[in-house]
Nanobody, 125 residues
Framework: QVQLVESGGASVQAGGSLRLSCAAS????????IGWFRQAPGKEREGVAV????????YYANSVEGRFTTAQDNTKTTTYLQMNSLKPEDTAMYYC??????????????????WGQGTQVTVSS
């Protein structure tokens, strides 16, 4: 079992920055990759970034490329999503998720079997 807890969500002005954290506990050595997802009201869940546990493979959605960065701490138990140049369209509930059953990195939500509770990011213009 793996538990994930997100933190760092807040309300910010457009152009601002936030750093989200995803703390993993439990059987963390079973995690192959961590993904960041977001979902705004009335919209589908979007995978914005994913990082392999090795740190060698990282993917970003086109909508956040160049503005968001994901990284892990040295223990591999905390994953960060640094969000810069935030836009109102970045407003959403942000989730981190872990995959222990797939080895190929993907932003497909069906590949993830553990999810955090989410943290709200609101960007005002």
């Amino acid at each position: 079992q793996v538990q994930l807890v997100e933190s760092g969500g807040a309300s910010v002005q457009a152009g601002g920055s936030l750093r989200l954290s995803c703390a993993a506990s439990g059987y963390t050595s079973s995690i192959n990759f961590i993904g960041w997802f977001r979902q705004a009201p009335g919209k589908e869940r979007e995978g914005v970034a994913v990082i392999h546990r090795s740190g060698d493979t990282i993917y970003y959605a086109n909508s956040v490329e160049g503005r968001f960065t994901t990284a892990q701490d040295n223990t591999k138990t905390t994953t960060y999503l640094q969000m810069n140049s935030l836009k109102p369209e970045d407003t959403a509930m942000y989730y981190c998720a872990a995959s222990t059953r797939r080895t190929v990195v993907t932003r497909d939500p069906s590949a993830y079997n553990y999810w955090g509770q989410g943290t709200q990011v609101t960007v005002s213009s």
